[in-house]
């Protein structure tokens, strides 16, 4: 059974989680208040703060997982699309894995809103020190769902319909 | 056989392309509009980047420096560069938009930093928050984005409520910003400014007065020290005061109205100037509007007369010396002292029984009164105030035996007569004695005396005779009459013992008496009861 509009779907969660890939990046996504300092931070300036500290692997993990790996699932997924709407015969056997992957890799990206949740629920030392999810958190999650809804409703038969057409 | 015609038509399958897109499209929609809202929201809280200029940016951090208004966060601090001039800090906030409104021309910009000042202990919270920029905001309409903060925080902020007065005063003491200003003790105001007059003559000290308690100061209000403690030893014994502990450590200021003066129309206006007393007895007494200045010129040392001295007119203080000098017009004239006094008429001026008030005053009517007053002797004098530190005063004193004299008004300023005093009288005195003693013939009086001597010693003896007479011929006859008299008194003694015998006559007649009454008052009696006995003899008892 094929997924019902499968192109239309995958292409309009493609381009909301496009949209919404840029306030979660600009926008704060924790906010921080401790008797000594109350700041803001967005994912990048977590990275870049990780990095400057010195933990350049936990820096990249988190560079990776929430700043590039999003980025490439709707790259991914957009390219994904558009060949399979064009019914591109190019390449056929690398989507199909390019998706696999896509697939694979989409619930590691859950892993800064994990982060955030835990951190919430469990600095809650009124006064002394209490952190709050900021506005670019929940963009952010809205990414990661719409990407994993995207990666759903692409039905990877439609990779191999411009192969069938050639018969 | 069928009709093929006449089949049934087999429904076939519309190909038909949609009109209208997918509903899944409103989900991209609806994340533009999410998105474009966030980043709007964002951006349109973002409110103006505005400058403040420090003269150093000691506590200040990018990022980390927040800029209150009210203990709320209203904007961060985003850069901190030097001045093109190098003389000052230029510190670049970004503020939010809804604090645009304080952010008018008169706004100031202040660093809180903590601040322990006598009794008050601010800003604690930014011991472990660090320092952070508070804004007062201004009155005017008018945006402003560059500012020139204040290097202390103002003791004054908008949000207070109360009036701002200037004392001026001779010294500053121990007032410091923020110390606190006592009305009947009860603590009311600060001290917000302090600053030398620009001639250098005196201190201008700004005080803010809180509401309610600024309506007590009134045009008669006199300001006054109220520093550390104040002790007193007069009649009634040993008195301290202070106005609180706070004001022993820090000094204050308190101030009270005068009270014998008409009650003022109103409170005093904002701003309004009063002078600060040194202490609460000299801001209490009736104010000394007018004064005379006189010179006094002592024959004696002026040592242990100082500055400040009080003039004495029989108890009362009317005046103060203002200062003592040396002065001599030719070699040959002797050198002269001159203490210049200052009088306040106004203390003189008498008040009369019936209550009505003096009237206005005058310095001709102030001149009679002190020409009348040395007319019947007034001179300056001076006195031992205090016999162990021999501090001197000047007395003002009637000596109605002084010679006449009458002050020369046309002098700059007109001479005061003197008298010597003190210890200078007493020699005077005790001079005056040995010279009358001296004058005292005793050599004749010596003579006289042993004449009177002779004579008296003749007297003596004459009584002497007289006495020897008065043992030889009266003192016999005497004793002999003592002799009889004594006879006498034992006869009467004899007659009148207790076993002689016209004694026990007279007490058995007595006796005998008494029983005949008793005997009358039976029958008496027996009469009273039964008096028909008297004709029909004595009843016999019934028995």
Known sequence: MRTPRSLQKTSAYVVAA?????????????????????????????????????????????????????LLKIMALGLLVWMSARRSRAHMLARARLYRVVEFIGRWSMLDI?????????????????????????????????????????????????????? | MTDPAAAPKLPTAAVGRRSLPSLIWLIPVVAAAVGLWLVAHTWLAQGPIITIRFSSADGIEVGK??????????????????????????????????????LSRDSKFFVVRPRI????????STLLS????????????????????????????????GREFTLHGEQLGSLAYGTPVFYRRVNVGHVTKFSLDSDGRGVAVDVFINAPYDRFVTSNTHFWHASGVDVSLDANGLKVSTESLAAIIEGGIAFQELADLPPPPGPAPSGASFTLYDDRAQA???????????????????????????????????GEVKSLGVEYEKADSPIRFPVMIDVYPD???????????????????????IDRLVAHGMRGQLRTGNLLTGQLYIALDFFPDASKTAIDWSGTPPVLATLPGGLTEIQDAVARIARRLDRIPIEQLSGELSQALVSLNATLKGSQKLIGQLDSQVAPQATRTLGEAEQALKAANAILAEDAPLQKDVQDALKQVAQSARALAVLADYLERHPESVIRGKAEDAR
């Open chain 1, 18 to 70: 496009a949209i919404l890939y840029i306030p979660a990046n600009v926008l704060p996504v924790m906010h921080s208040s401790s008797l000594l300092v109350e700041q803001d931070d967005t994912i990048l300036s977590g990275v870049v703060y990780l990095m400057r500290s010195g933990s350049w692997p936990l820096g990249l993990l988190v560079f990776f997982a929430s700043i590039m790996v999003p």
């Open chain 2, 130 to 161: 660090g320092a952070y920029i508070a804004i007062e905001p201004g009155t005017s309409k008018e945006l402003f984005i560059n500012f020139i903060g204040l290097e202390d925080p103002p003791e004054v902020t908008s949000d207070m409520q």
């Open chain 2, 347 to 369: 203390r003189l001026r008498s008040r009369s029984l019936n209550g009505s008030s003096p009237g206005a005053y005058s310095q001709a009517k102030s001149r009679a009164i």
């Open chain 1, 114 to 167: 994990f982060a955030v949740t835990l951190l919430v629920a469990l600095v809650r030392m009124g006064r002394l020190a209490s952190v709050l999810p900021g506005p670019g958190a929940l963009a952010f999650a809205a990414v990661v769902v719409l990407t994993l809804l995207a990666a759903d409703s692409f039905d990877p038969r439609l990779i191999w319909d411009s192969a069938d057409a050639d018969d």
């Open chain 2, 284 to 318: 209490l007494q009736p104010p000394d509007l007018h004064r005379e200045q006189f010179a006094l010129y002592f024959p004696e040392s002026l040592r242990g007369l100082s500055v400040g001295a009080p003039v004495d007119f029989r108890g009362i203080v009317i």
């Open chain 2, 117 to 124: 000042s006598g009794g008050t202990v601010s800003g604690l």
């Open chain 2, 65 to 102: 420096t927040k800029i209150r208004y009210k203990s709320v966060d209203i904007g961060d601090v985003k850069a901190i560069e030097i001045s093109e001039d190098r003389k000052a800090v230029v510190v670049s906030a970004q503020v939010a938009k809804s604090a645009w409104d304080l």
